[in-house]
Nanobody
Framework: QVQLVESGGGLVQAGGSLRLSCAAS????????MGWFRQAPGKEREFVIG????????DYADSVKGRFTISRDNAKNTVYLQMNYLKPEDTAVYYC?????????????????WGQGTQVTVSS
């Protein structure tokens, strides 16, 4: 079984930055596509950004293009989400996810493993 643990969430003022981390254990990290999702109160969970197992392919939600960047360090079994120029509408619980079938299924909110989430709050 794969376990995913997010960290790095917190409170930040609009226009600021945060970097989230997701540490994986119990599996072969380099074999999984990794992604980030978020869910705001009263809203459905949405796909944010994903990276392929090789790191050569990316997928982004339109709302975060130019502001968010995903990266992975397979030696550390960790994926990162760098969030810049944060907006109040970015406020949500952010979840890390892993897929054995690439990033394609992230678009339909499908993944094999999920973390427990970390809260990101952006104040205006």
């Amino acid at each position: 079984q794969v376990q995913l643990v997010e960290s790095g969430g917190g409170l930040v003022q609009a226009g600021g930055s945060l970097r989230l981390s997701c540490a994986a254990s119990g599996g072969t990290f380099s074999s999984y596509a990794m992604g980030w999702f978020r869910q705001a109160p009263g809203k459905e969970r949405e796909f944010v950004i994903g990276i392929s197992w090789s790191g050569g392919s990316f997928d982004y939600a339109d709302s975060v293009k130019g502001r968010f960047t995903i990266s992975r360090d397979n030696a550390k079994n960790t994926v990162y989400l760098q969030m810049n120029y944060l907006k109040p509408e970015d406020t949500a619980v952010y979840y890390c996810a892993a897929s054995t079938r690439g990033t394609y299924y992230f678009r339909t909110r499908e993944a094999d493993y999920w973390g427990q989430g970390t809260q990101v709050t952006v104040s205006s």
